[in-house]
């Protein structure tokens, strides 16, 4: 790995210019953070900030660690409340989910492998789709 293969960042800067992504298949080919492996998301989110819909048909598995705050995952017919600094959650390919910031909160997610296609849609927020699955 050659001096060009290596990318020094701080996660909170970088993060709001990718709407808190720091790695994954996203990042243009030959930037080190480029990844078809792995996604990694440093995600800073205001009380009351919830997810504009529900991930259905997952095809990745995620963790999701708490870094301050109080943060709720919500999964079909159970909800998770991340409180402690620390406190994670993992779920695996096929479980849709959401989430929601019950305070100021700082979450490290890791997902893989990094695929497209879960990006939710602005139009999407305006039509209210954030419904959990039945």
Do not use: N
């Amino acid at each position: 790995m050659g001096a060009d293969a290596v990318y020094v960042g701080r996660a909170a800067r970088d993060a709001a210019l990718d709407r808190g992504w720091l790695l994954g298949h996203f990042k243009e080919p030959g930037d080190p953070r480029h990844s078809e492996d792995v996604e990694i998301k440093w995600g800073v989110h205001p009380r009351g900030e919830e997810r504009a819909r529900w991930v259905r048909g997952e095809q990745r598995t995620t963790l999701l660690v708490l870094v301050s705050g109080r943060f709720r995952v919500q999964l079909p017919g159970r909800e998770i409340l991340l409180a402690e600094q620390g406190d994670y959650v993992v779920w695996g390919r096929g479980t849709d989910h959401s989430w929601r910031a019950e305070e100021d909160a700082v979450v490290l997610t890791v997902r893989w492998p990094s695929v497209p296609g879960y990006a939710v849609p602005p139009t999407a927020v305006e039509a209210g789709e954030g419904a959990p699955p039945r």
